[in-house]
Nanobody, 125 residues
Framework: QVQLVESGGGLVQAGGSLRLSCAAS????????MGWFRQAPGKEREFVAT????????YYADSVKGRFTISRDNAKNTVYLQMNSLKPEDTAVYYC??????????????????WGQGTQVTVSS
């Protein structure tokens, strides 16, 4: 079992930055790839970023590449998403997720079996 709790969301102006954190509990966190997804009102939940268990394989959605950075600290059981140059279209609920596997580009929702409750990010224009 892995429990995930996101924090760090909020309201920010376009061009601003936010850093999301995802605190994990459970013995298997360190062996799992982790990901961030987001869901805007009326839209499907979409992939944002993922990294492997040791952080060596990282992959981003095209829409956030060059602006967002995913990282993890296994000693603290925490995953981060640094979001810079935010745009109004980044407005969504952001979810942290733990994958079933530890390595590879894990970008599909079905590859994740543990999810956090989400944190709201609102970017004003």
């Amino acid at each position: 079992q892995v429990q995930l709790v996101e924090s760090g969301g909020g309201l920010v102006q376009a061009g601003g930055s936010l850093r999301l954190s995802c605190a994990a509990s459970g013995r298997t966190f360190k062996s799992r790839a982790m990901g961030w997804f987001r869901q805007a009102p009326g839209k499907e939940r979409e992939f944002v970023a993922t990294l492997s268990w040791y952080g060596g394989t990282i992959y981003y959605a095209d829409s956030v590449k060059g602006r967002f950075t995913i990282s993890r600290d296994n000693a603290k059981n925490t995953v981060y998403l640094q979001m810079n140059s935010l745009k109004p279209e980044d407005t969504a609920v952001y979810y942290c997720a733990a994958a079933q596997i530890g390595e590879g580009v894990v970008a599909g929702r079905s590859q994740y079996n543990y999810w956090g409750q989400g944190t709201q990010v609102t970017v004003s224009s």
